[in-house]
């Protein structure tokens, strides 16, 4: 049966039951609400969303498609509002099956589409700031907000740190290598002290392609970040920075983390260099002892990296603008973790070890620009797709969301990486050491820990929790996080259809004392469908999630969804969105 408590657990409510479904689901007690879903109006014009007759003028006022990253950032500025206050959403890529009729399915669907389409698909990446508040315990959007605004594939921005103006960062568009358009395949994110938002470009390599990926001179380059002569999208046809061919140096000044200010919607979102070029899945801070801000960031492949930035100076937090660059100067650092249980932070620093004009590194900017090569000659430990890493605000200790790596051979495995095709993935925890009791995450060497190991137990070889987890409280493919006040750990997973045959969810579990490891499941997405950017309201009264790319199964299209979630209209294809998770009649999520 269904456990009513949680056992050793301080979490109170009754655990859902693992299925697939077209609906999604929470536990009893709480309930859900659609706050913004793909096509709402963004921007005080935006039309009425018309799934059959859409437009880039259209999309780009409208919320965009695969929210991913939230954040919240109360209203006013300053507060900590639990009822008002903007939400941060990422767009992270486009389902041409899913969002256009007559395309069809299969690896090539992009492909089939046409020059406006291509288009719609530009304005419906990037982020959406949208206004929302509570009345009367619902959460809605406020119409045409005064902060509201759309950044999109084609937004200006700013190039800033030791990489801009380099001649690799250089293209016919723009001779100064400082200014690019436009911000790509935005996951998860993070944010700082000082109130601005961070968001992470993951997977650019699928927007760029051509012979040049073969034989252009910096064919090796590519290779190492994915970028193949066959891009996945069509956009290359339809404008010439996606194609490699004419501007081989496009692709350099995407995989960036950019930093901008919610609070002002004409401000120029910055591509950050110091904080590396690689698929940053996120980017989340930890404010040090010594008022220096640490950024933990991973690197979404397959044998890739954990990365850590530490700012040259404390973080002001008596004057915002004193902060402005703060984030153009530090060091960038890549974890090996040993089998002893030691963390070693390499610094990618020029001239250091091999990263020297020898081995190819004139200068910091071309080891920024390629973060990945500099960071496989320092001999990091490749991780199982790292993707968050946040760290505990109660405990210090700092997550690593590992979500699987099948690839992984038995030849292969390590300490912090213990399985041989790991479907499943695992979370570790970094523990920093102390200072005067304080954890101290700028230092250069800490502990590591495995927290879980995923899958079923009793039938994946090697999963492990803690022993009182029940038939429901297993998760697979572990991504984002997010923790709650009292310090426990929220998971969202992304792929579990695929890997256990269950929906994928979020899951809660204490993260210290009786209850530690002990995973819950709270929440259940609808088929095809990912769960992302678990986002509290500083209360912890209200937990925001993206709902991403429901009705993403295999055959499925616009025609012929899977689900048609949220809106089950016959004329309305699966969107995407974001929703609202409060209790009934009031309090803390998980209680
Ligand atoms: Fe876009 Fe790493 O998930
Ligand atoms: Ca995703
Ligand atoms: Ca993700
Ligand atoms: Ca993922």
Redesign the pocket.
Known sequence: GVPMTGGPSTLTFPELRHQLAQRDAVAEGYETQIVMRWGDAVLADAPAFDPTAQTEAAQAQQFGYNN?FIDFKPLPQGSRSADHGLLVVNH??TDSSMMFAGIGTGSAARLRTNAEQAKVELMAHGLSIVEVRRTDGRWAAVPAGRYNRRITGATEMRISGPAAGHELMKTGADQTGTKVFGTL?N??GGNTPWGTVLTCE??FNQYFGGAAARTGALAEMYRRYGIVENASYAWGRFEDRFNLDKEPNEPNRFGWVVEFDPYDPQSVPVKRTALGRF?H?GCTHVVNHDGRVVLYS?D?ERFDYVYKFVTARPWNPNDRAANRDLLDEGTLFVARLSDDGKVAWLPLVHGQGPLTAENGFRNQAEVLINTRRAADLLRATPMD?P?DVETNPVTGRTYVIL?NNTSRGEDRIDGANPRPRNAHGHIIEIVPPSVNGRPDHAATEARWEIFLLAGKPGQDAGARYHRATSDQGWLSCP?NCAFDSKGRIWIAT?GAPSAAGVADGLYASDTQGPGRALTRLFYQAPTGAEVCGPCFTPDDSTIFLAIQHPGEDRGSTFERPSTRWPDFQDTMPPRPAVIAIVKRGGGSIGA
């Open positions: 991913d992270e890529y395949n996951c998860a993951e997977n698929k899945e991973g979404d797709r993707e979500t991504d992304d």
